[in-house]
């Protein structure tokens, strides 16, 4: 079974710029979650989806990020644009069942900002 | 809201020895489940062990075990025999009914 697939490994921009992130899911898994994990801390979710519909985004800052999940599959997160605080790693996982359970997470997409 | 502390920045153990990882949460659900999970350098994270809130006895798989001290609000993380791909950071983390809420972290390393 495939795991979650998420591109770019590795992103480095200058401030202002915008940045997108994709995430691909495990095939069935309704639940999708990104997370941002900066270095020396734990990860923090930004937003969750139940299919394509937004469950919980209130710690993800609106003013410059924004997620879709089109068709309920794919995810996308965006940054626009960039302060030089994104700077972190940005983790999708997702998951069979909305409550609880064990998340799979992907290798995440490291962003740099300049 | 629901909050997870690990008090243990760092830990270091010697191969095929024993390791006790901290942690302490806050939450007003009556029904959660808390795990730990662990990423290893440069790799994605993996869920180690759960814990049902509602079941007394402390969950095990192969050498990890946890104690879980509900009143206390207490679930540590205990090791056996490590190994040193045992090393990684480890996070404890605590769901109620949607959110997953994640601790600072320990990182973990193995003394050959």
């Known amino acids: 079974e495939a795991g979650v697939a998420q591109s770019p490994r590795y992103k480095i921009i200058e401030k202002r710029q915008s940045v997108a992130f994709w995430c691909n899911p495990i095939?069935?898994?309704?639940?999708l979650y990104w997370y941002q994990q900066i270095l020396g801390q734990g990860p923090k979710l930004l937003i969750q989806f139940q299919n394509n519909g937004v469950v919980d985004d209130s710690q993800l800052p609106k003013d410059r990020f924004s997620a879709e999940r089109l068709k309920g599959v794919d995810s996308t997160l965006k940054i626009q644009p960039a302060k030089l605080e994104d700077s972190a790693v940005y983790l999708c996982?997702?998951?069979?069942?909305?409550?609880?359970?064990?998340?799979?997470f992907g290798e995440g997409s490291r962003l740099t900002v300049l | 809201a629901q909050t997870v502390t690990q008090s243990q920045p760092e830990m270091s153990v010697q191969e095929a020895e024993t390791v006790t990882l901290s942690c302490t949460y806050d939450?007003?659900?009556?029904?959660?489940?808390l795990f730990w999970y662990k990423q290893p350098p440069s790799r994605q994270m993996i869920l180690v062990i759960r814990q049902e809130a509602y079941k007394q006895q402390n969950a095990t798989e192969n050498r990890f075990s946890v104690n879980f001290q509900k009143a206390a609000k207490s679930f540590s993380l205990k090791i056996s025999d490590s190994q040193l791909g045992d090393a990684a950071m480890y996070f404890c983390a605590s769901q109620g009914a949607q959110k997953l809420v994640f601790g600072q972290g320990t990182r973990l390393t193995i003394n050959p």
């Open positions: 996982a997702s998951s069979f069942y909305r409550g609880p359970g064990e998340l799979f």
């Open positions: 095939s069935g898994h309704a639940t």
């Open positions: 939450t007003s659900e009556s029904d959660y489940y």
